[in-house]
């Protein structure tokens, strides 16, 4: 079901973890679960485009974006975001 | 203290064999530890008789009627005497028969209400022996049997990747507990399972307290409890422990598994076929090497899953050649944790499938149904369009009118300071006069329709509608070619290009990168776009919202054009898959939506304030010397240089150094204005033609980025040529697009 998720991701350019379980026939919960466990072992990286280029998301009124002059104006919403690794896509043989 | 030591029938706690009795003559530690002990019953001259000691794990003592377990680096430092118990000491101490229950569970599903209602105040707490993690002990009797209770730490998993989890499986491992209760969320079950998914694999039987069952009903979420039983092959008890339902039915059936009158046979998670060779093989090669209490099957699923503690384990186990092909066998399957894991998961899709009644009606259900359409590239798409159509309609109806008011209060109140101020000389009450009121008045006066303007983009980022505007704008940019993690830079660029700039450190390639950042400044920014919601009703008073929508789409397709031409020729093998975790549709909330409009309104004053006032003052300075006449000012002086190239746009020099200063801050073009005609409704409308004025907007929408946005571009290419190769590519597209929309323009309308 892991590698089946993997494939999924790798076939489109931006799917929605709705898009997903749909396509799984899963709940969208159960997608976001799968994918955090993808994370952990490497398969997936959360990827954070704010900012502070760091590998932990940055939230508005802590961390990295805290001191940042343009964060009442930065468009970046903490929403999660993840993109398969390259060990990701060594497991589906690409 | 050392007479304690010195006396040799004195022994330490942790050396009594297991129903043995004894006296506690002695503790020794600080204040801290022998209150806590004296908390649990453990004084000097107390009588005590050890239940359990089994060389792993806290020790189980009867003291004062009551069995509290303690760590083994407690147990160190308390010394008894074995031989001669005191004369008070010789009632024997009765022992009930005893089963010891663990408690396992996910944070935040209820657990420690659980254990508190089946241990009331029979409970102690202390650490795990040698660990700074919280343990929990506590008892009940319940149908003639004495039940104890061990509150394991709540985990996600037992995969030891945390000090809770290794805690929780190696007490289940190493204690064998008689049960293992799982406490799971009735109303978030399939977050749950993972756990039930783990713990079916160890060698203890099961029972499932689904608890929060009243929960997951108010949310329409309907459990058949004995379907869920059936499938999973073990108990399940529905409870509801905050409003301390379902407890006699837990215990009750805890009682019938332990006497042996329930018996389960766990559906536990399948893998494979080919992974199951794999697995036969690697049992094959650990057997007999395993160390106990492991299992065998267990270890070896959980070597081929990857567990880093147990590989240590085993490798320091195993004849050097044996590990060898171990090794290798891991290594050439170091992916079957996607097959395992998955399989975990599958099961946890096939039990909820099994037993769970969705609502028919949920955030969740709604969220995809709203989703099919706004989320479809095309239907999505005009949805947007309309969309942004009506925010601006919004913002000009109600916005312009209270502008327009307001407008005329600032002329009001500046004649009313060149009277109060009559006696001063003419340039101190033109500086507050046409300098500070004309320019920051000016910018101040259209605050209403910012206010409006930040209102409607609160609403949507509030509904969950944002992200969801984000989500096509990557659909268009894979449509025309611009994929890949260009995108989520240009994504920020809509709040502001400089953390836009700044994001595009996620881009590995440079030269994608630098490209990347040339295209930031084609993005409308909140800033840009605030100017443009000011200036389009001034030309435009009837189409505003159509005219602004119009800049905006047309912005976009720039931009998208542009990144076609790049994919040709830098992108055309990049391939990257994202997947964005959308949040559901919800009601907005007004106080969200208050503090999005505060924070952005606080922004702009604060810019207002300082930045704008500043370039005020200097613009102000050189449009009334030295001739007090702004056409023969200073000012004038540069604005004759820019003059050639506005005529090819049909504007006059003053509007052209509108936009010039814009560099400083963008909403600098309307202070400019403010200084040099004063009232801005009145004056402009007039001042132009319909193509001219299409033209300073659209030159406005596309001209250079502001000076922070330049000054992060030359931090973050570190190259001069490349900020003047995107300063001159934002100039000649504004002068280029504006003169052709000038000239197309009077083509058309003659």
């Known amino acids: 079901m892991l590698t089946e998720l993997l494939r999924i991701i790798y076939g489109g350019n931006l799917r929605t973890q709705h898009d997903i379980a749909q396509l799984m026939g899963i709940s969208p919960a159960l997608v976001s679960m799968m994918a955090n466990q993808l994370v952990h072992q490497g398969y997936l990286e959360e990827i954070n485009p704010g900012c502070s280029c760091t590998d932990e998301l940055p939230q508005k009124d802590e961390g990295p974006c805290s001191d940042c002059p343009t964060k009442k104006v930065c468009g970046f919403d903490p929403t999660h975001l993840w993109t398969i690794t390259e060990k990701g896509k060594r497991a589906i043989s690409i | 203290m050392l007479q304690h030591k010195e006396d040799k029938k004195l022994i330490s706690l942790l050396n009594l064999e297991p129903g043995s009795r004894a006296n506690i003559r002695h503790l020794e530690g600080g204040h801290a530890f022998l209150s806590r002990m004296a908390a649990l019953g453990f004084t000097p001259g107390t009588p005590i008789q050890v239940i359990r000691n089994t060389h792993h794990g806290p020790l189980l003592i009867m003291v004062r009627g009551s069995q509290v377990a303690i760590g083994r680096e407690e147990a160190t430092r308390v010394f008894v005497n074995p031989s001669e118990p005191d004369g008070q000491n010789s009632q024997p101490i009765t022992v009930q028969e005893r089963a010891v229950i663990a408690l396992a569970g996910q944070p935040n599903v209820g657990k420690s209400t659980v254990f508190n209602l089946l241990t009331g105040l029979n409970q102690h707490v202390g650490n795990w022996p040698g660990k700074t993690v919280e343990q929990r002990v506590g008892e009940c009797n319940f149908g003639g049997r004495n039940l104890l209770f061990i509150d394991l730490p709540g985990t996600y998993s037992l995969t030891a990747s945390s000090e809770e989890e290794r805690i929780a499986r190696d007490f289940i491992l190493k204690e064998h507990p008689d049960l293992v209760i799982a406490v799971v969320d009735a109303a978030k079950l399939e977050r749950s399972l993972y756990l039930v998914a783990e713990l079916v694999l160890l060698p203890a039987p099961v029972l499932l307290a689904l608890n929060m069952v009243d929960v997951a009903e108010q949310e329409g979420i309907h459990i058949e409890a004995k379907v869920l039983e059936s499938a999973l092959g073990i108990p399940v008890v529905p409870m509801a422990a905050a409003h301390n339902q379902g407890l006699d039915q837990l215990l009750s059936t805890a009682n019938r598994m332990l006497d042996g009158e329930l018996t389960t046979k766990p559906t536990r998670p399948s893998i494979l076929p080919a992974h199951q060779m794999i697995l036969t093989e690697l049992r094959t090669l650990i057997e007999g090497h395993v160390p106990s209490p492991y299992p065998v099957d267990w270890t070896a699923l959980k070597l081929l899953e990857g567990d880093d503690e147990l590989i240590n ?393 502001c000076v922070a946005t330049v000054a992060t571009i030359k931090q973050e290419t570190r190259s001069i040529r490349w900020t003047l190769l995107s300063l001159g590519l934002m100039l000649g597209l504004s002068l280029g697009i504006g003169v052709l929309v000038y000239q197309l323009g009077n083509l058309i309308m003659g």
């Open chain 2, 313 to 705: 384990l085993i490798k320091n186990h195993l004849p050097p050649e044996k590990w060898e092909k171990v090794g290798k066998l891991l290594y050439d399957h170091e992916d079957a944790v996607l097959d395992i894991a998955g399989a975990r998961y599958e099961w946890i899709a096939r039990m909820i499938r099994a037993a769970v009644v969705e609502p028919q009606v949920t955030k969740a259900g709604l969220t995809s149904r709203l989703d099919r359409y706004l989320t479809h590239p095309s239907i999505g798409s005009i949805v947007l369009m309309v969309v942004l159509g009506i925010v601006f309609w919004l913002t000009y109806t109600i916005g312009a009118p209270i502008q327009e008011w307001l407008s005329g209060q600032v002329d009001v109140f500046a004649e009313s300071i060149r009277t109060w101020m009559s006696g001063a000389p003419d340039w101190i009450i033109e500086l507050f006069a046409s300098g500070v009121l004309g320019g920051l008045g000016m910018v101040l006066t259209f605050l209403p329709i910012l206010a409006i303007f930040y209102f409607s983009l609160g609403f949507l980022e509030d509904t969950g509608y944002l992200a969801r505007a984000a989500y096509l704008t990557d659909r268009w940019m894979h449509m025309m070619g611009l994929h890949g993690k260009s995108f989520l830079p240009i994504l920020l660029g809509f709040g502001c290009n400089v953390p836009a700039v700044l994001g595009t450190r996620i881009i590995e390639s440079k030269r994608a990168r630098l490209l990347t950042i040339l295209l930031i400044p084609l993005i409308p920014c909140t800033a840009r776009l605030a100017v443009v919601t000011i200036l389009v009703p001034l030309f435009f008073p009837t189409s505003a919202a159509l005219v602004a929508w119009g800049l905006v789409t047309g912005n976009l397709l720039l931009l998208l054009a542009l990144g076609l031409i790049l994919h040709r020729f830098l992108f055309a093998n990049e391939h990257v898959a994202f997947i964005m975790e959308l949040p559901l549709y919800h009601l907005p909330n007004l106080k969200t939506i208050g503090l999005y409009v505060w924070q952005n309104l606080l922004g702009f004053l604060q810019k207002a304030g300082t930045v704008i006032l500043a370039a005020t003052l200097v613009i102000w300075v050189f449009s009334y010397f030295p001739t007090g006449d702004v056409m023969t000012s200073y000012l004038s002086w540069i604005g004759q240089v820019l003059a050639p190239i506005g005529q090819l746009m049909g504007l006059p020099w003053t509007l052209m150094l509108a936009i010039i200063t814009s560099f400083v801050a963008k909403e600098n073009t309307i202070a400019t204005l403010g200084i040099i005609f004063g009232n801005i409704n009145e004056v402009l409308p007039a001042l132009i033609t319909t193509p001219a004025a299409l033209a300073f907007l659209v030159f406005q929408m596309l001209f250079i980025p």
